[in-house]
């Protein structure tokens, strides 16, 4: 419907997903039927161990997402936001979701970012960086140990 990805576009999502193949450190949280999560390579400086939650299948925005997705996504959103406040001690936690190069969109794939919040973190006002892959390790280790029994 109202789609941006060029047409030789090789998602990176789906390529983490079926393969494993990433340009960037790779930590998957929690798999479910439909949707996995993954920490996302690319984080706010105070704001370390945010993650993304992304559907198995191929869907590029919201205008393309099947309605019966919007449980698991919310769902899967959800214990991660639980696992963050258990294993991260984070004082909040915000969700983003982008449509369009102008809704700021960057993977033609739909995805959820979900962040961990602190006091003062500007997490509006800073760029993303590269994770660093070991601290990137560790804090998905602690995630995963957190998550949620469904």
Known sequence: MYNHAPSDYRCP???NITTGESDHPLEFLH??????V???PRWRPNNPGSA????????ENIYDLPPLL??????????????????LGCQGVSTRQHNEPEGDQDVWHYHVHVF???EGDDLDGSKAVLADRAEMAVLADRLRAAWPST
Not at 70 to 87: I, N
Request: net charge positive; hydrophobic share 40%.
């Open 13 to 15: 999502f789906c390529r």
């Open 31 to 36: 798999r479910y039927d439909s949707v996995v």
């Open 38 to 40: 993954k920490m996302n």
């Open 52 to 59: 993304l939650v992304v559907p198995i299948e191929h869907y």
């Open 70 to 87: 919007g449980g698991p996504l919310q769902q899967a959103a959800r214990d991660t936001a639980v696992a963050m406040k258990a294993a």
């Open 116 to 118: 961990p919040r602190y």
